[in-house]
């Protein structure tokens, strides 16, 4: 399965996407799943979306795809492999599926916002200026914070990011505090002038005791070997890697860290899974499937998520 989808294009975006309406489907089956709000701005907006599930579905699907297909584009800008490849949709897909990702929600626009941020970040070079890769992964991570303020420590990962790739500007910095700072600008510009209200009101996740069965752990093991199998194969494919190659690697490594603890700072507090590392996940997964002669093992282990996964949310 793995061995087929590294390089038939079209046969991979169509499965990903058909397996991306089938899982968007069960908002359908099962629509009152807790949402997490975590400013007031927008709860008006998903509240009409949550009411409608129709447009709750065409939504979930098109933020799925669209983040799917970012993040082949943003990795087939790297040449950690040396063809095309829409492996990482299919990845995104299913590492997804395991989470329960398929309703629309926050967590789907941070996705989107994680993938649009990586896809500026790849162009950083070492001898050309970085002042509108910075502005713009700024501005883009700026957006994302008006959704949730849990992401606001990813804002490290563009400094991060400007200071493995290039010596420090001080410009370059400032046009990027810059960029991540207009959007809320220009929210609070936009409430001025329509109901003279100038707040952006944080909300606080309310405690929530998270009931996992044995499926559920199944599951999130079976990703987890997935994840760890990931992880150990990037490292050994660490040493093989050009200068350029090795610098996007920190990178990532640095927002899969920062985000996995994000993430547990989340579970902890407040009891929930919002699970913040799943595009740097999908790049790391994408450099070891791309990379790795365990083609069969991988193949299996991936069908097996997908078919515990269908249980788990049309059956258990």
Avoid: C
């Amino acid at each position: 399965m793995i061995k087929l989808f590294k390089s038939n294009i079209p046969l991979t975006v169509v499965i990903s996407v058909l397996l991306v309406l089938v899982f968007s489907s069960q908002v359908f089956f099962n629509p009152e799943i807790f949402k997490y709000y975590f400013f007031d701005w927008y709860a008006p907006f998903l509240n009409w979306i949550y009411a409608h599930q129709n447009i709750e579905f065409i939504f979930s699907v098109l933020f799925v795809v669209i983040t799917g297909i970012l993040l082949n584009t943003a990795f087939n800008k790297t040449s950690f492999y040396i063809k095309s490849t829409a492996l990482p949709i299919f990845i995104y897909v299913t590492v997804m599926s395991t989470f329960g990702g398929f309703y629309f929600q926050t967590s789907l626009v941070v996705d989107l916002v994680f993938a649009l941020t990586f896809l500026k970040l790849i162009e950083l070079d070492q001898n050309k200026t970085a002042i509108h890769i910075g502005f713009t992964a700024g501005l883009i991570l700026g957006i994302g914070f008006l959704f949730s303020y849990w992401i606001l420590p990813v804002g490290f990962l563009v400094f991060y990011s400007l200071v493995t790739f290039r010596p420090f500007v001080f410009r370059e910095w400032l046009v990027t505090l810059l960029g991540m700072s207009l959007p809320f600008v220009y929210l609070l510009s936009i409430q001025y002038l329509f109901i003279e209200k100038t707040t952006v009101q944080p909300l606080l996740l309310s405690q929530k005791v998270v009931a996992w069965n044995v499926y559920d752990i199944s599951a999130f093991i079976l990703l987890l070997i997935i994840a760890l199998l990931g992880i150990i194969g990037l490292f050994k494919h660490f040493k093989f890697v050009s200068i350029i190659e090795s610098k996007q690697i920190n990178v990532l490594l640095f927002f899969t860290v920062l985000t996995g603890l994000l993430s547990l700072g989340i579970y902890l507090i407040h009891g929930v899974n919002y699970f913040l590392f799943t595009v740097p996940l999908v790049f790391i997964l994408s450099i070891y499937l791309l990379n790795t002669k365990r083609e069969r093992l991988m193949s299996i282990l991936f069908f097996l998520l997908l078919v515990l996964n269908m249980l788990r949310i049309f059956v258990f």
